[in-house]
């Protein structure tokens, strides 16, 4: 299937999804899942984009994801354009509704403790781990 028909898709999917219910819901029910599957004392981690918080990284990093993802896309093939003009309001919607702290408790409350998380590259990545109870 083509990158474009895939983005267009999901961005149809997600028109028709009552987005913040929808996202609480499936975020909270995969971190459920996560600590159901993991035996206990076991590590879950994760690897996401973020958005940096400090002005000077967050410009750049707009930058980049704006204009420069989508014309890396064109260089490869005209939908991987629209997976690049995708990929930077993606990321900037899911932050926007899960800011750090909130997603932290996310996890808690889906049974993980000792749970840290850390920016990587000025905020441009988010790993977060924890145990599960």
Not at 58 to 70: F, I, N, S, T
Not at 109 to 130: K, M, N, P, Q, T
């Amino acid at each position: 299937m083509k990158a474009a028909k895939l983005v267009k898709d999901y961005e149809q999917k997600l028109q028709r999804e009552p987005g913040n219910v929808v996202t609480r819901l499936k975020l909270a029910a995969t971190l459920r899942e996560l600590a159901r599957v993991v035996r206990p004392g076991g590590t879950i981690a994760s690897l996401e984009f973020g958005v940096p918080p400090a002005p000077v990284p967050q410009g750049l990093w707009r930058a980049y994801v704006d204009v420069g993802l989508p014309l890396a896309g064109r260089l490869i093939a005209p939908g991987w354009a629209q997976v690049g003009r995708f990929l930077g309001s993606s990321i900037r919607e899911f932050y926007e509704r899960w800011p750090l702290e909130r997603l932290l408790a996310a996890w808690n409350d889906a049974g993980i403790r000792e749970i840290r998380g850390r920016r990587l590259s000025f905020g441009g990545g988010v790993v977060i781990w924890g145990r599960r109870e």
